[in-house]
């Protein structure tokens, strides 16, 4: 009993210690849940998440590359990082502002601790975009259709974004401690970052000197090709935001020698740290993926696995091996619907790409000289899929896919059908596959290396093949197959075999 | 401090002219406008007027565009602290209109603005500047949105000095219009595309309208309206 | 006493809460002091009778102008002066710029007339020594004296002022007393204070708010008495009391209802207004 009495106000008397770090942890605390709370920071949060949605409702036709996922994660949390630079700002000069400051300043809590408060107070909004950028990430790599590799590095890149506009608010509050100075500076650096690498040119180290570094390409290639210095741009930001951060903590008052000692030691260590990422990101592509890429440009058959499916084989780069099955059953719907040898013939659909600059410029890609060879390239899924579809055609017709090219005959309404007579929806299709997104006229039709040219006869014949449907259409296909593959077959003549109208006109093509 | 009614009593006597109020005052309020917030925020949008020449030696119009809207944004947020009035709570109960004081302080920063918008359109080279009355139009539309919220900041709250929330407010807005507007409005595109045109009949329609919310701002109402019945 | 100022039924709410509660009051010329604790609606009401603010409900006129069309408040703001409890200033101009620029407002434009008439207020407040000098140099006292130039500059009928003395150390708020009672000379003046020793020494009348409504409307004797026989000394704190404390002769002074046979005080109106107080506050438990 007496034990109870006597251990009681001991515990009491240790309960109110005060200890230096935690009166600026329960600041920061305070200040985080602020900062959560203020409008332009949860309105931002909001857009942030229907941009995420819009995203990945529009993106990559259901069939991600992993490695383009991460890189697309990047610019949407600038939205929250915008508002957290003001917001920031307006909280660190919300005391000056209510004239608070002649209390705050005789404190205990001295200005620099509180600044180091509204530093860590980031963190938690930073944490919500960390979420962010997983749920975005993470709804794209589990779809079964998904390839490739993301980067940590990439995926890095928003929240320490809104890290370093946490940072840099904080910055200005102390260096400009003015209402009007926040809104300014945010847009003459949103401004500058848009302008500055459009001016400077991508992939040069300056480029990377900005926190989110686009590229000029939209295509996707093998992830080891991409030789993005995604972790030294990490890095590099991680250090730019600490510098920023422990110099406006720096610059605040009513540093005791101990902390100014450990605060610099901390601003060095910043400085450090982002000097080796500003170097390593400096350094440029390396030899061997310079290597690498010409390798898998030139030689890709060197580092593709090949894999069987039914008659063909099909040879890919080792992120796509899952997706071959995928290729197999366009290519067996094309020969289902095709006539004589060309139903069983084994064709080799070799994946290729142009990966010879990396992500900074496209190529074409030549189309193969090699007989029943087909490309396929690194992208699947909308358009990408009929595509490739009047690639295996024009090879079953013409014999190879340089062929292609060339073709003005009525052969081209036979390549067609075979390549769109089999989907659900041919029409919708066909306008997909033509450059110009109609479905009359004449008009370049798409394939994965040249295209082929189709003239508005052609055009109207394959819609009546289309609207016909494959039960009548097929068997007349299979019957006259031979001639509708002879080189020259006119274009009335295929109608008149396959019974429509034919149009008027010799064949054409500009 | 005996009041020596009838010598200066004021009832009775014709109340002096709305003219000669605004004439006097236009001293004070000159004194009263935030100069150097506005002077700096100017500046500011100059230099990033000047970015495409100072980025690139041949810049392009994409970036003239960006450069020049992104500058009228900036002004349009300097704006936003002009009916900043730190005196309010005492000013309130003045004679003087609100929307008399609140207009003359605008009259006063409109030839400022003015010559303003004419060196930034002069800092993009002629060859790639846009079409200046459309981008007029865009500008004087962002400056009177920015003055709308700032007017109706003052009629809805009781702040003295709203302008650092109506800036950010206005600001975020700004960031996020270009996402959220579908690209058929036009209000974002550049000159080649063809909705241009249709573009700058929806930035007519924006200023109009911040002309009206202005305008409906302006009045102190004799009486509270409620949106909830109580 | 002629009616300067007269409302009745003001009501005003701000979302859930009743900031005013049928409000009616009638001023005279002379100070009225409106007393009542934090959050009792004082400032609200200064605010609707200064047309800083339309109230919900209820009706008041100024001097016969009534504010509730806009013409009316024009004119109502003619002959208004109101010192705000946080008066905000242009740190950049200098007392009499800023005098200068609420004359203005006030729509005195005959220059001449006007500097005379900033001059004469400021001089009336004691500042004419610094009205050269930046608002931002001015102690608190200083600055507090500036905006009651500004209330009184143009010679209004009805001078509300709000919390006028608060913050201001004791020889600086015996001077503003001073200026207040000199103001209420020909003039209505609603003070609003926390003071009740403000209220004793200058006012005719006192108001008592709490909860956004009027407990008492009188004289202050009449308040005063509102205590008497309920004030009394003991040597031991009296559980009994509503308020008690050692006083610095060593005894305590108890308010509330004393036991048969205690030692009666003098009540002043400090105790007048605890009780009024308390009175509401059994009201509200009752």
Known sequence: ?510 | ?230 | MTTTVSAAGLSLRYGLTTALDDVSLRLTEGVTGLLGPNGAGKTTLLRVLATAVPADEGTFTVLGHDPRTPAGRQETRRVLGYLPQTPGFHPDFSAFDFVDYVAILKELTDRTARHNEVRRVLAEVDLSDVRGKRIKKLSGGMRQRVALAAALVGDPGFLVLDEPTVGLDPEQRMRFRELIARAGEGRTVLLSTHQTEDVAMLCHRVVVMAAGRVRFDGTPAELTARAAGRVWSSSERDPNAKAGWRTGLGVFRNVGDPPPGAELVEPTLEDGYLLTLDGMHAEATA
């Open chain 2, 1 to 230: 401090m005996t009041r020596e009614s009838g010598e200066t009593e004021q009832a009775g006597v014709q109340p002096p002219s709305t003219a000669r109020v605004l004439a006097q005052l236009t001293r004070p309020v000159l004194r009263a406008l935030p100069v150097r917030g506005l002077a700096a925020t100017a500046a500011v949008a100059l230099l990033i007027a000047a970015l495409p020449r100072l980025l690139s030696d041949e810049p392009d119009q994409w970036s003239a565009l960006i450069a020049l809207r992104a500058a009228a944004l900036t002004f349009a947020l300097g704006l936003a602290f002009v009916l900043d009035d730190p005196a309010r709570d005492l000013t309130s109960s003045v004679p003087t209109r609100r929307i008399l004081r609140t207009t003359l302080r605008v009259a006063l920063v409109a030839p400022f603005a003015a010559a303003w918008w004419t060196a930034a359109v002069l800092l993009i080279p002629s060859k790639i500047r846009p079409p200046v009355g459309d981008m007029t139009l865009e500008a004087a539309a962002a400056a009177v949105l920015s003055l709308a919220a700032a007017a109706a900041a003052l009629r809805f709250t009781a702040e003295p000095e709203p302008g650092q929330r109506v800036a950010a407010g206005f600001l975020v807005i700004a960031l996020v219009s270009p996402l959220a507007l579908p690209n058929d409005w036009g209000m974002y595109v550049s000159p080649t595309e063809k909705q241009w045109g249709v573009g700058h009949d929806h930035w007519a329609m924006v200023l109009v309208g911040a002309v009206a919310v202005w305008a409906a701002c302006g009045p102190e109402p004799v009486r509270r309206r409620r949106l909830i019945p109580t």
């Open chain 1, 1 to 510: 009993m007496s034990t109870v009495l006597t251990e009681a106000p001991a515990e009491t008397s240790t309960a109110p210690a005060r200890e230096p770090w935690s009166a600026i942890f329960a600041l920061a605390r305070f200040e985080s849940r602020k900062l959560l709370l203020r409008i332009p920071v949860l309105f931002m949060l909001a857009a942030y998440v229907a941009w995420i949605v819009w995203r990945t409702k529009s993106g990559w036709y259901g069939y991600p590359a992993l490695q383009d996922v991460d890189r697309a994660t990047q610019t949407g949390p600038l939205l929250v990082g915008f508002a957290v630079l003001l917001c920031v700002n307006q909280a660190v000069l919300r005391s000056q502002r209510h004239d608070t400051e002649r209390l705050f300043g005789v404190l205990v809590l001295e200005p620099w601790r509180r600044t180091a408060a509204h530093a860590l107070s980031i963190l938690p909004v930073t944490g919500l975009v960390v979420l962010g950028v997983a749920a975005q990430f993470g709804w794209q790599a589990v779809k079964s259709t998904a390839v490739g590799h993301g980067s940590v590095g990439e995926l890095l890149v928003g929240p320490l974004c809104v890290l370093l506009c946490g940072a840099i608010g904080l910055l200005m509050a102390r260096l400009v401690p003015k209402p009007f100075a926040i809104p300014v500076a945010a847009v003459l650096l949103l401004v500058f970052s848009v302008l500055a690498p459009a001016s400077i040119g991508g992939g040069s180290a300056t480029a990377w000197l900005t926190p989110i570094v686009g590229e000029g390409s939209t295509k996707t290639i093998p992830s080891e090709l991409i030789g993005r210095p995604a972790v030294s741009h990490s890095l590099y930001l991680t250090g730019l935001a600490l510098t920023l951060a422990l110099l406006a903590v720096l610059i605040s008052k009513g540093r005791t020698k101990t902390s100014t000692a450990v605060l610099a030691g901390s601003l060095a260590g910043a400085i450090a740290l982002g000097v080796v990422g500003g170097v390593g990101q400096a350094a440029g592509v390396s030899s061997e993926t310079v290597a690498a890429r010409t390798v898998a440009t030139l030689n890709p058959q060197k580092v593709q696995s090949c894999v069987r499916h039914g008659r063909s084989t099909y040879c890919a780069f080792p992120e796509w091996v899952p997706r071959t099955a995928t290729w197999a059953e366009v290519t067996d719907h094309v020969q289902s619907l095709a006539g004589g040898t060309a139903q069983t013939r084994k064709l080799l659909v070799q994946q290729r790409v142009e990966a010879r600059y990396g992500m900074e410029g496209d190529g074409a890609i030549e189309p193969s000289t090699t007989p029943n060879q087909v490309t396929v390239r690194t992208m699947w899924g909308g358009p990408r899929t009929p595509e490739f579809s009047a690639a295996v055609a024009s090879v079953l017709v013409l014999g190879n896919e340089k062929a292609g090219g060339d073709v003005c005959d009525g052969r081209m309404v036979t390549i067609m059908w075979l390549a769109l007579g089999w989907t659900s929806d041919p029409v919708t299709e066909l306008r997909a596959v033509r450059l110009s997104d109609t479905v009359t006229g004449s008009s370049i039709v798409l394939s994965p290396t040249n295209g082929m040219t189709m003239t508005a006869g052609q055009t109207s014949v394959v819609r009546e093949l289309l609207a016909a449907g494959p039960s009548t259409v097929t068997p007349k296909v299979k019957a006259h197959w031979a001639e509708l593959t002879a080189p020259k077959v006119t274009t009335a003549k295929v109608a008149q075999l396959l019974g429509v109208k034919a149009p008027g006109g010799a064949d054409k093509c500009e």
